[in-house]
């Protein structure tokens, strides 16, 4: 066996073993409802390694979860953004919701754990950016500050999507979709001095048009 085809083996290991060991300590914190109490044997007793071999990939349960998270954060990502210069806003949280009815455990543990805030931070800051990116609330004038406005519509999303993950329900997608944009938007219709959301739309519409030119 020649050295590169041992290293290419050793490297498909260390990643097989590194994925055991992410998929223990999210499965292990959705199961307990919080981060702290999660125990190293136990990470690794879930993922069928060794302590040592823990420690020969991660110096503790910290570093762990930030690479854990941190993957799906960016798969995540790739996800949402896939379609962003061509889709409506409605449709990407559409895709967002789709992403997380496919995977609800990334989401239990940034929106419902102890010991997550970096995590959640980061997620509010991507639907915030998301949010600016698209619908441009400078173009209105409106009664509060437009900042103030995305960082609203970003927090209910958060929220909403949180109370979705913690009820039993059978609410599709489409439905959360639609029932967020009419939490959401009738009380910005009247902020930004609208009548109707279809006026909205149509003017969200041009913006996304003059940005995908």
Same mark, same amino acid.
């Given at each position: 066996?020649?050295?590169?085809? %041992?290293?290419?083996? $050793?490297?498909?290991?260390?990643?097989?073993?590194?994925? +055991?060991?992410?998929? !223990?300590?999210?499965?292990?914190? *959705?199961?307990?409802?919080?981060?702290?109490?999660?125990?190293?044997?136990?990470? !690794?007793? =879930?993922?069928?390694?060794?302590?040592?071999?823990?420690?020969?990939?991660? /110096?503790? =349960?910290?570093?762990?979860?930030?690479? /854990?998270?941190?993957?799906?954060?960016?798969?995540?990502?790739? !996800?949402?953004?896939?379609?962003?210069?061509?889709?409506?806003?409605?449709?990407? @949280?559409?895709?967002?919701?789709? +992403? *997380?009815?496919?995977?609800?455990?990334? &989401?239990?543990? *940034?929106?419902?754990?102890?010991?997550?805030? %970096? !995590?959640?931070?980061?997620?509010?800051?991507?639907?915030? #950016?998301?949010?600016?990116?698209?619908?441009?609330?400078?173009?209105? $004038?409106?009664?509060?500050?437009? $900042?103030?406005?995305?960082?609203?519509?970003?927090?209910?999303?958060?929220?909403?999507?949180?109370?979705?993950?913690?009820? #039993?329900?059978?609410?599709?997608?489409?439905?959360? =979709?639609?029932?967020? &944009?009419?939490?959401?938007?009738?009380?910005? @219709?009247?902020?930004?001095?609208?009548?109707?959301? /279809? #006026?909205?739309?149509?003017?969200?519409?041009?913006?996304?048009? #003059? =940005?995908?030119?």
């Amino acid at each position: 066996m020649d050295t590169s085809t %041992k290293s290419s083996k $050793e490297d498909r290991r260390i990643t097989r073993t590194k994925n +055991y060991l992410r998929n !223990a300590i999210l499965d292990l914190t *959705v199961e307990r409802g919080e981060f702290n109490s999660v125990q190293i044997n136990e990470i !690794a007793d =879930k993922a069928d390694v060794a302590r040592s071999t823990f420690y020969l990939h991660y /110096a503790d =349960k910290e570093k762990l979860l930030y690479d /854990a998270l941190d993957g799906e954060f960016q798969r995540f990502l790739d !996800a949402i953004r896939e379609h962003h210069q061509q889709d409506f806003a409605p449709i990407n @949280l559409l895709n967002i919701l789709t +992403y *997380v009815n496919e995977h609800p455990r990334y &989401f239990q543990v *940034v929106l419902n754990t102890v010991g997550t805030t %970096k !995590a959640f931070d980061q997620t509010r800051k991507t639907f915030e #950016e998301l949010l600016v990116g698209w619908i441009d609330f400078s173009v209105f $004038e409106a009664s509060v500050p437009h $900042e103030l406005i995305t960082y609203h519509l970003s927090g209910t999303i958060i929220n909403t999507i949180k109370w979705w993950l913690e009820t #039993e329900n059978d609410y599709s997608p489409e439905e959360m =979709k639609n029932y967020i &944009f009419d939490l959401l938007f009738s009380g910005i @219709l009247q902020i930004v001095g609208l009548n109707t959301k /279809a #006026e909205m739309d149509e003017i969200f519409a041009q913006q996304i048009k #003059e =940005k995908i030119q």
